[in-house]
């Protein structure tokens, strides 16, 4: 059974930071890309970042030079380092493993910027 952990959410002011985790089991993680996705209320869920199997890592235009994915193939995990977060970046995040035609997806966690 595929089950992923995401944990780290919350509420931050703008300019602050975030890390967020995610945990996966009944996967074989180190061959899956790991990626993160946002979906903000009435808007589509749009990538973030992921990182392949290799550790090649692919960004948003939006989040190029604030956010950073990073994984550990040891303890199934992935991670998304989130600097200087900007009220657009309001959204429940999730996370995703995908190999091929296979994908698995988190529950979300919510990640909300205000003052």
């Known amino acids: 059974q595929v089950q992923f952990v995401e944990s780290g959410g919350g509420l931050v002011q703008p300019g602050g930071s975030l890390r967020l985790s995610c945990a996966a089991s009944?996967?074989?993680?180190?061959?899956?890309?790991m990626g993160w996705f946002r979906q903000a209320p009435g808007k589509q869920r749009e990538l973030v970042a992921d990182?392949?199997?290799?550790?090649?890592?692919n960004y948003a235009d939006s989040v190029k030079g604030r956010f950073t994915v990073s994984r550990d193939n040891a303890k199934n995990t992935v991670y998304l380092q989130m600097n200087n977060l900007k009220p657009e970046d309001t959204a429940v995040y999730y996370c995703?493993?995908?190999?091929?035609?296979?994908?698995?997806w988190g529950q979300g966690t919510q990640v909300t910027v205000s003052s």
């Open positions: 009944g996967i074989r993680f180190s061959v899956y890309v």
């Open positions: 990182i392949t199997s290799g550790g090649s890592a």
């Open positions: 995703s493993a995908r190999r091929r035609n296979l994908e698995y």
